[in-house]
């Protein structure tokens, strides 16, 4: 089955500068990467998403890459902000498994002011 | 407006209690999922559902049962409750259409079994 593994465990960085949360999948038929965030205490919440017959999506402040042939994709913020600070999540997802999301183990983000 | 509701949001409760944690929305989604999750740390697949009458097991093991008779309810039960199953319990829902697995999530219910 699936496997998602995430990294840092834990990223800290000074207000303003980027941060970087990467991932790796190990089934090549995964096709849906959403990332979500999670607030101390709060549900988590959808990010951004990538499928994968794209390269790059990007949002305002975030962007998600995605390397279907090294099967990685990653999370950019970019001029980070306090409230950045929570656990972000990644996930791989197969259409033909019914849409299971496998999770990774998160990242907890910290942005110093 | 359309969400994803859980009660309690809180439960302490006794060893050997049979709980039954609820889930209930209003998105009206066809798929239905619960996870459990430790403060902050990874979400595991306990259960879900693809719709009406339909449930299966997830990836991690579980000693909770499900059930799918409406649409917008998804309840999880627990007959006997241990310590072990102390943890946080999130319910999600997507559409079911192949182009959209987003998943929403719920404000989740906190679990200790003392």
């Known amino acids: 089955g699936e496997n998602v593994e995430q990294h840092p465990s834990t990223l800290s960085v000074q207000e303003g500068d980027s941060a970087v949360i990467k991932c790796t999948y190990s089934?090549?038929?995964?096709?849906?990467f959403p990332w979500y965030k999670q607030e101390l205490g709060k549900r988590p919440q959808l990010i951004i998403d990538?499928?994968?017959?794209?390269g790059e999506k990007k949002d305002q402040r975030i962007a998600v890459t995605l390397n279907k042939t090294a099967k990685h994709f990653s999370l950019h913020i970019t001029e980070t902000q306090p409230e950045d600070s929570a656990v972000y999540f990644c996930?791989?997802?197969?259409?033909?498994?019914?849409?299971?999301?496998?999770f990774g183990q998160g990242t907890e983000l910290s942005v110093k002011p | 407006e359309a969400d994803i509701y859980q009660t309690p949001r809180y439960l302490v409760i006794g060893t050997g209690k049979k709980i039954t944690l609820e889930c209930s929305q209003t998105?009206?989604?066809?798929?239905m999922y619960w996870y459990q999750q430790d403060p902050g740390m990874e979400l595991h697949l306990i259960h879900y559902?693809?719709?009406?009458?339909?449930?299966e097991k997830g990836d991690l093991s579980s000693e909770s049962t499900v059930s799918r008779i409406r649409t917008e309810h998804f309840p999880l039960t627990l007959e006997s409750a241990r310590p072990s199953h102390t943890s946080q319990y999130l319910c999600?829902?997507?559409?079911?259409?192949?182009?959209?697995?987003?998943?929403?999530f719920g404000p989740g219910t906190r679990l200790l079994v003392l």
């Open positions: 998105m009206g989604h066809d798929k």
């Open positions: 990538i499928r994968s017959n794209v």
């Open positions: 089934d090549s038929a995964s096709n849906y």
């Open positions: 559902s693809y719709g009406v009458n339909s449930t």
């Open positions: 996930a791989a997802s197969v259409y033909n498994q019914g849409g299971k999301l496998i």
């Open positions: 999600a829902s997507s559409e079911g259409d192949r182009r959209q697995e987003t998943q929403y």
